[in-house]
């Protein structure tokens, strides 16, 4: 009875679009006074939940994506995908996927990827000739592969929820995201040579362009390589490997003559707020995870879930539709977190690997983030790309089938996930 509350709570104080933060914190505060649960509970699980020493790489990889940004390094990656691949029908939207990929080897997360590419695409698409609304879904389209493609922060958090190697989760999503990757980009050929999307000519192909490009962008390319080589080799823990991509974004930006105080400054406030505000969901959303596990919802749940799911298959087509549908109506990180407490003992009960069911909850919880009605990327778009979220959700509903076709194979078909991970030593 409390859960129902507590839930319906925070539905309510979302549809009344109290700020995501402020319903968690107040759903769970009025929740625990109607159960009878003792207040000082709140802030004790609350500071537990954010002593993992994991967590620390979290600011460490937003302030890397901060300084790729505020430092240019993030154009020279645009202007470097599009020198490869301009000169293909749809170039600056191929270009788009190209960069974004690149990118999402730095960042971690979805948003730092829209905003970054959107300042990019938005002003380049446009100006070349391509629809703004088909501009903006390409954008979020290619955002979702942030927290895909390694390092991810949402993968960080998963891991210490599940307790497995964050190290092998984030190599387990490199594959799916390269596949995410190239599918979109076949979506791109195919609507323009099916004359769904008026694309412009595409610019003619140069060596020279393509090297001038290359030579400068080739210290932020060598970014996610670096990163990724770290962690893979056991080199470096992933709390290590923010540290490095942190100091290898400012060594790239001393190298190139483009860092400076005030950008630093910047980078450092925009990191602290970041950073304050997802330790923050994650607290409160804990401390709500627990209300729910403590009055015994979770285990009902799981229990229900275990009953008409007697495989693993099933099971992991009902989560499908589950986190898909939840990923649209609540933001990204408290929709992992309410969900998790509930679906990790069912699925460890029927035997599903707890690396290939990560992978399967990121890429769930992203296709959320461009699902109606809540779709935080579809909003986030409408404001940078200054179109109406109608002509939005109809331009990304393509690239949105084509993310449930890929997380549909990756569902049957589990070695698309752990592959690689297999490869590095893992067991399963």
Same mark, same amino acid.
């Given at each position: 009875m409390i859960s129902a509350l507590l839930i319906a709570l925070f539905m309510l104080f979302m549809f009344l679009r109290v700020p995501v933060s402020m319903a968690l914190g107040l759903a769970t505060i009025l929740g625990m006074l109607a159960g009878g649960y003792d207040l000082m509970t709140l802030p004790q699980k609350m500071a537990a939940s954010v002593q993992s020493i994991e967590l620390m790489a979290i600011p460490f990889f937003i302030l890397a994506a901060s300084l790729m940004n505020?430092?240019?390094?993030?154009?020279? $990656?645009? @202007?470097?995908?599009?020198?490869?691949?301009?000169?293909?029908? +749809?170039? #600056?939207?191929?270009?788009?996927?190209? =960069?974004?990929?690149?990118?999402?080897?730095?960042?971690?997360a979805a948003v730092a990827d829209a905003a970054a590419l959107g300042a990019i695409s938005m002003k380049e698409m446009p100006k070349a000739g391509y629809p703004r609304p088909f501009s903006a879904a390409t954008v979020i389209a290619v955002a979702t592969l942030g927290p895909i493609i390694p390092p991810s922060i949402?993968?960080?958090?998963?891991? $210490?929820? @599940?307790?497995?190697?964050?190290?092998?989760?984030?190599?387990? +999503?490199? #594959?799916?995201?390269?596949?995410?990757? =190239?599918?979109?980009?076949?979506?791109?050929?195919?609507?323009g040579a099916a004359k769904f999307v008026a694309y412009p000519?595409?610019?003619?192909?140069?060596?020279?362009?393509?090297?001038?490009?290359?030579?400068?962008?080739i210290l932020a390319l060598l970014a996610p390589i670096v990163i990724l080589r770290g962690m893979a080799a056991g080199?470096?823990?992933?709390?290590?490997?923010? $540290?490095? @991509?942190?100091?290898?974004?400012?060594?790239?930006?001393?190298?190139?003559?483009?860092?400076?105080?005030?950008?630093?400054?910047?980078?450092?406030r925009e990191t602290v707020e970041a950073t304050a505000l997802i330790m923050y969901i994650i607290a409160?959303?804990?401390?709500?995870?627990?209300?729910?596990?403590?009055?015994?919802?979770?285990?009902?749940?799981?229990?229900l879930v275990s009953r008409y799911a007697h495989s693993a298959i099933v099971f992991l087509l009902i989560t499908n539709v589950f986190l898909i549908i939840i990923g649209g109506l609540i933001e990204t990180l408290p929709a992992m977190l309410i969900a998790l407490p509930i679906l990790l003992p069912p699925a460890k009960a029927l035997g599903i690997d707890m690396v290939h069911f990560g992978v399967v909850v990121v890429v769930n919880i992203m296709i959320g983030l461009v699902t109606p009605p809540y779709g935080l990327l579809l909003f986030m778009m409408v404001k940078i790309g200054e179109v109406s979220l109608t002509e939005l959700v109809k331009e990304v509903l393509p690239f949105l089938w084509g993310m449930i076709g890929v997380l549909a194979l990756m569902t049957f078909i589990p070695e698309i996930v752990l592959f690689l991970p297999k490869v590095f030593g893992y067991k399963g």
């Open positions: 505020v430092l240019g390094i993030t154009q020279q $990656i645009f @202007a470097f995908a599009t020198a490869l691949v301009g000169h293909l029908r +749809g170039g #600056l939207a191929h270009a788009n996927v190209i =960069a974004g990929m690149i990118f999402s080897g730095i960042s971690g949402m993968m960080v958090i998963y891991a $210490i929820i @599940a307790n497995v190697s964050i190290a092998r989760l984030f190599i387990a +999503g490199i #594959l799916p995201g390269i596949l995410i990757g =190239a599918l979109l980009m076949t979506l791109i050929w195919f609507m000519p595409p610019q003619p192909f140069s060596w020279r362009a393509l090297f001038v490009a290359t030579r400068k962008s080199w470096t823990t992933p709390t290590e490997a923010g $540290i490095l @991509a942190m100091f290898y974004s400012i060594f790239v930006g001393a190298v190139q003559r483009n860092l400076s105080f005030d950008k630093l400054r910047y980078a450092l409160v959303s804990t401390a709500l995870s627990w209300v729910v596990v403590a009055e015994g919802t979770a285990a009902q749940l799981a229990e």
